[in-house]
């Protein structure tokens, strides 16, 4: 049997692709793109703005950063890069797409009910 170096690459794509799209999702959610975008740019910047754990920011970061939604470091500070622009909240070609369900706080197949 030959070795299919492909075929592995494939395997690791569907294995991870859940944590790639929960990676995706938790930064569209805690509106990091648009932080970025505003010059917050340090993991420091970017946990105390979204409200959450400079830690677990740094993990995140390094997993979107490995994937090409950002550029940098958390240290120098990070850059969006044109997938990480086309989430930002606003008018994009991402506005109708399951990303903009996101940032709403109605979740998926849910309709909101006015009282």
Known sequence: MTFNLQAT??????????WRAQALYTAVKLGLPDHVEAGRTTRSELAESAGVNEEGIQRLMRLLVAMGVFEGNGSTGYRNTE???ALLDGPSPCATCACSTARSSTPPGDTPTTP
Do not use: K, L, P, Q
């Open 9 to 18: 690459r494939d395997v690791v794509e569907i294995i991870t692709g859940g």
């Open 83 to 85: 997938v990480s622009a």
